[in-house]
């Protein structure tokens, strides 16, 4: 089956800079990789996603790219605020069934 | 609009005692998932269903966990003789596309405590 690995697993930056988080994935056959956000006591909440026919996507001051040959995928977060910490988790989709990274803690400091 | 809804939130209860987690999913969404949550880890894949059958329940860990959802809307997570190991927070996400792949919306989570 499908395994997910995410790095960092704890990541501190200082407001206003970049942060980038990283994931390989083992199966071939994946073709959507999103990334979710999610704070204390919610739920995960999708914030980007990349189908496998494309190797960037940029939304606002998120970006995520996908290298499919390497088999790896990373988000990237610029100019990084506050509220942007939280445990951010990335995910592999092949069939039926979505996995998840253990996830990357994202502390953002004032 | 309503989200994915789950009860309880909290559920606290002996070992070998039974338990069921219900989820409610969005309205319209066909596809819906359980995955269970221990700390510091992410989302582990349960089991999804596609509809009222179960498409995929390789990620069932033993057959004291079973889950259902006969109308094709609300399911229930059912566990059998709960064993401390059993404690996490168990999620659902439900989500238009199913087999597609697309956003899974989930809830907050029914956060099991087997003592």
């Known amino acids: 089956g499908e395994n997910v690995e995410q790095h960092p697993s704890t990541l501190s930056v200082q407001e206003g800079d970049s942060a980038v988080i990283k994931c390989t994935y083992s199966?071939?056959?994946?073709?959507?990789f999103p990334w979710y956000k999610q704070e204390l006591g919610k739920g995960p909440q999708l914030i980007i996603d990349i189908r496998s026919n494309v190797g960037e996507k940029k939304d606002q001051r998120i970006a995520v790219t996908l290298n499919k040959t390497a088999k790896h995928f990373s988000l990237h977060i610029t100019e990084t605020q506050p509220e942007d910490s939280a445990v951010y988790f990335c995910a592999a989709h092949n069939n039926n069934d979505m996995r998840f990274g253990a996830g990357t803690r994202l502390t953002v400091k004032p | 609009g309503a989200g994915v809804s789950q009860t309880p939130s909290n559920k606290v209860t002996e070992k070998g005692k039974y338990v069921e987690l219900r989820c409610d999913p969005i309205s319209g969404h066909t596809a819906l998932y359980w995955y269970r949550q221990s700390l510091g880890q992410g989302p582990e894949f349960l089991i999804y269903f596609q509809g009222t059958g179960a498409a995929d329940d390789s990620g069932l860990p033993n057959d004291r966990f079973f889950a259902v959802r006969p109308e094709g809307s609300v399911s229930t997570l059912k566990i059998q003789r709960t064993e401390r190991g059993d404690s996490a927070v168990y999620l659902c996400a439900s989500s238009l596309k199913g087999m597609m792949a697309g956003e899974l919306f989930f809830g907050e989570g029914s956060r099991l405590t087997v003592l």
């Open positions: 199966d071939s056959a994946s073709n959507y």
